[in-house]
């Protein structure tokens, strides 16, 4: 079973860019697809980016199009998403869930196994 635990968050100011990281435990990390989600107060939590077990299929939300990019490295059991010209609106939990590959892509919050604790982005105007 993989274990994940978010890092990267922060305070910048509009315009700015911050890196999230996801670190992963486990042998089986390159059989999922990685995923991240957001929640801000009092909203849903909602799905950002995707990135496939072999990290060459990738997704994203149309907020997140042309501004967010999702990476993984199998290797070192690491997924990433770097985030530009971050907007007020981009404040929230973000956080990284896995699904076993074998199912398919999911936008779904419900649909991923595993989930990480959390990292808060705050991005001020």
């Known amino acids: 079973q993989v274990q994940l635990v978010e890092s990267g968050g922060g305070l910048v100011q509009a315009g700015g860019s911050l890196r999230l990281a996801c670190a992963a435990s486990g042998r089986t990390f390159s059989s999922y697809d990685m995923g991240w989600f957001r929640q801000a107060p009092e909203k849903e939590r909602e799905f950002v980016a995707v990135v496939g077990w072999s990290a060459g299929s990738t997704y994203y939300s149309d907020f997140a199009k042309g501004r967010f990019t999702i990476s993984r490295d199998n290797a070192k059991n690491m997924v990433y998403l770097q985030m530009n010209s971050l907007k007020p609106e981009d404040t929230a939990v973000y956080y990284c869930?896995?699904?076993?590959?074998?199912?398919?892509?999911?936008?779904?919050?419900?649909?991923?196994?595993?989930w990480g604790q959390g990292t808060q982005v705050t991005v001020s105007s």
């Open positions: 869930a896995a699904r076993w590959s074998y199912y398919g892509r999911s936008t779904k919050p419900n649909e991923y196994d595993l």
